[in-house]
Nanobody, 125 residues
């Protein structure tokens, strides 16, 4: 069982930055591929970024590529999402997710077995 707790969300003006963090419980965190997803009101949950268990492979949605960076620290059981040049369309609840079975990160939410409770990010124009 893995528990995920996100933090770092808030209200920010367009063009500014935020850093989200996800703290994971469990001794096998380093074996999990991790992902960040987001869900805006009235929309489906969408993939934002993913990272392999080693951190050697990362992937991003086209909408955030070049602005967001995912990273992990296996010694601290954390995964982070650095969000720069934020836009109003980035407003959503952001979720951290863990995939215990995959060999690499996935864009598909169904591949992730564990989810955090989410943290709200609001970008004002």
């Amino acid at each position: 069982q893995v528990q995920l707790v996100e933090s770092g969300g808030g209200l920010v003006q367009a063009g500014r930055s935020l850093r989200l963090a996800c703290a994971a419980s469990g001794r096998t965190f380093s074996r999990y591929c991790m992902g960040w997803f987001r869900q805006a009101p009235g929309k489906e949950r969408e993939f934002v970024a993913g990272i392999s268990w080693s951190g050697g492979s990362t992937g991003y949605a086209d909408s955030v590529k070049g602005r967001f960076t995912i990273s992990r620290d296996n010694a601290k059981n954390t995964v982070s999402l650095q969000m720069n040049s934020l836009k109003p369309e980035d407003t959503a609840v952001y979720y951290c997710a863990a995939d215990a079975d995959g060999s690499t990160w996935s864009r598909r939410a169904g591949e992730y077995e564990y989810w955090g409770q989410g943290t709200q990010v609001t970008v004002s124009s």
